[in-house]
T-cell receptor, first 114, second 113 residues
Framework: KAGVTQTPRYLIKTRGQQVTLSCSPISGHRSVSWYQQTPGQGLQFLFEYFSETQRNKGNFPGRFSGRQFSNSRSEMNVSTLELGDSALYLC?????????????FGQGTRLTVV | AQSVTQLDSQVPVFEEAPVELRCNYSSSVSVYLFWYVQYPNQGLQLLLKYLSGSTLVESINGFEAEFNKSQTSFHLRKPSVHISDTAEYFCAVTPSGFQKLVFGTGTRLLVSP
């Protein structure tokens, strides 16, 4: 069974630009969550999608948005990039929502904003 | 709201020695508890989890963790570490019913020969 796939693995963007990151969950998984990992703030929850609906949202500005498609693939968008958005963005999928199901993480997309 | 505290940012240990990585949490609602491991340039891998039942949970590679409700702790232990255990370890909680992990700041385990 293929794992969680995130593309691209690495990205370099300029301040003010926007970026879209992609996440393909494990086949059959309907829940996709996104996390930001930085040295200063650690791992922080961004949002969770289940069956194309956002179920939970973390404490991030509106520049961070996401969506989920009918095939459960998810995209995350960050507009008007700031230097502080440089981070490793991790996607996790699980078979259903609810914390008792294991979340499987992808290898992440490393975003560098210059 | 939930919070997780990992007091030790780095734990150096010699190979074959025992190790304990500490984790304390705070929550006003019931939570599930997890330990994840992250190797360099990798995502997170689930090491073990506590949902309910026996307070002692074990992983397939020799780690164990004990849930202590009165002390709100979920410390991770291994009786004998290997060089390959060198990694960063994250304790996390999620409110039951939600897929929303709250992570601690991580503990870097450094195993030397």
């Amino acid at each position: 069974k293929a794992g969680v796939t995130q593309t691209p693995r690495y990205l370099i963007k300029t301040r003010g630009q926007q970026v879209t990151l992609s996440c393909s969950p494990i086949s059959g998984h309907r829940s996709v969550s996104w996390y930001q990992q930085t040295p200063g703030q650690g791992l922080q929850f961004l949002f969770e999608y289940f069956s194309e609906t956002q179920r939970n949202k973390g404490n991030f500005p509106g520049r961070f948005s996401g969506r989920q498609f009918s095939n459960s693939r998810s995209e995350m968008n960050v507009s008007t990039l700031e230097l502080g958005d440089s981070a490793l963005y991790l996607c996790a999928s699980s078979s259903r929502t609810g914390g008792d199901t294991e979340a499987f993480f992808g290898q992440g997309t490393r975003l560098t904003v210059v | 709201a939930q919070s997780v505290t990992q007091l030790d940012s780095q734990v150096p240990v010699f190979e074959e020695a025992p190790v304990e990585l500490r984790c304390n949490y705070s929550s006003s609602v019931s939570v599930y508890l997890f330990w994840y491991v992250q190797y360099p340039n990798q995502g997170l891998q689930l090491l073990l989890k506590y949902l309910s039942g026996s307070t002692l949970v074990e992983s397939i590679n020799g780690f164990e963790a004990e849930f202590n409700k009165s002390q709100t702790s979920f410390h991770l232990r291994k009786p004998s570490v290997h060089i390959s255990d060198t990694a960063e370890y994250f304790c996390a909680v999620t409110p039951s019913g939600f897929q929303k992990l709250v992570f601690g700041t991580g503990t870097r385990l450094l195993v030397s020969p």
